[in-house]
């Protein structure tokens, strides 16, 4: 199975902030990645990146996604108030389909 | 416009038998691949299964295999999650999701039923 870690688990950042959060599969699975956003846990996720760096239709350009192989990065360009969420990536290169832990991002 | 409701939750027994449902409207059922997700209270989200769009093709996270069943009803636009010998660490609310694996990967999602199991 490959497994996905995110990094930091935990980020605390400001409104404008420019932030990263990284992704690292256990194996190469090419570009096959998701990025995903959820406000509450229990809430259907909303998707941001897929296939590492493609932005989905209706998601703001301060979001970007970059990587392909083993390491992937998002970064929000500039913090607004409605991207506090917790942020999972997710590969889609063979099953076991399998997500990241999670990376909360709270407000300093 | 895209929907998928899901039914079937509820409070069961460990060891006991629940059925989730999903209804899809709003798109050409047959022409998806389907899937489950399922999300822990208070932890990430965890792929459950997924099934072709003609329904001949299965996947399953290993720790639910040959206890959930993935099954579908094109005609009926519906997609179903068999769950037997349920387990405490089942408890979660499980969504449905539309799949394409050669794009976006799970594309429209349900607003999830919640599953607890306990006795």
């Known amino acids: 199975d490959i497994q996905m870690t995110q990094s930091p688990s935990t980020l605390s950042a400001s409104v404008g902030d420019r932030v990263t959060i990284t992704c690292r599969a256990s194996q190469s699975i090419s570009y096959w990645l998701a990025w995903w956003h959820q406000k509450k846990p229990g809430e259907a996720p909303k998707l941001l990146i897929y296939k590492a760096s493609i932005l989905e239709s209706g998601v703001p350009s301060r979001f970007s996604g970059s990587g392909s192989g083993t390491e992937f990065t998002l970064t929000i360009s500039s913090l607004q108030p409605e991207d506090f969420a917790t942020y999972y990536c997710q590969q889609y290169n063979s099953y076991p389909i399998t997500f990241g832990q999670g990376t909360r991002l709270e407000i300093k | 416009e895209v929907q998928l409701v899901e039914s079937g939750g509820g409070l069961v027994q460990p060891g006991g038998s629940l059925r989730l449902s999903c209804a899809a409207s709003g798109f050409t059922f047959s022409s998806y691949w389907m899937s489950w997700v399922r999300q822990v209270p208070g932890k990430g989200l965890e792929w459950v299964a997924n099934?072709?769009?003609?329904?001949?093709?299965?996947y399953y996270v290993d720790s639910v295999k040959g206890r959930f069943s993935i099954s579908r009803d094109n005609a009926k636009y519906s997609l179903h999650l068999q769950m037997n010998s349920l387990r405490a660490e089942d408890t979660a609310v499980y969504f449905c999701?539309?799949?394409?694996?050669?794009?976006?990967?799970?594309?429209?999602w349900g607003q999830g039923t919640l599953v607890t199991v306990s006795s």
């Open positions: 999701a539309t799949y394409t694996g050669s794009r976006r990967g799970f594309d429209d």
């Open positions: 099934i072709k769009e003609d329904g001949n093709d299965k």
